[in-house]
């Protein structure tokens, strides 16, 4: 018989077996196309409810057993890269997956990659100070930074709400700056922020 995945907490529709938690996992770094950390993979799955832990950290021990993915140093973190037998893997047996669980899947790898890359390319620093707090934004670039703004907050639910925003949408904040302190708006074009939040939780 089948063995079926742990279900407590996974989404009806989603995927339901081994297999099929493997080849999810395998489509997923395929489709990033770089090596993924297990955390961001299981945010990402998880926050859409694909997968049950348990099953996704079982599947990913059987697909390093197998050499579907090898651990690998990415950017200084320690992350895994799809092999060319997990590559194989996933477009061999995409099609075993439902659309919207690839769809949805696909989705939350790209808003999770998306926000770890402007983590790292963007500092916002918190502390606390006598009176409050304050937040430091920086955008930064090969040689000086492009942007650092320091703002007074009242409280430290605040300067996370800032950090949020900022970081959805880092250039946002730089055109908006740009545009009030030089009064050149034509340069930055029109100040509209991105859809999308980038935090699930």
Sequence with gaps: MEYRAFTEGVRPGSVTTSHEVMVLICYLMDKAGQPVSFKELNSALQSQELVNYFQFAE??????KSGHILPQEYQGESCFALTDLGRQASRAFEEDLPPAVRERGTRAMDRILTLVRRQKENKVEIRQVEDGWQITLTITDIGSD??????????????????????????????????LLTGDTKTVGELVSSQEDLFQD
């Design 59 to 64: 599947a990913m021990e059987s697909l390093r």
């Design 146 to 179: 492009l942007m650092s703004v320091t703002i007074f907050m009242p409280t430290r639910d605040a300067c996370e709400r800032i950090r949020r925003r900022f970081l959805n949408d880092p250039m946002l904040t730089y055109k908006g700056v740009f545009a």
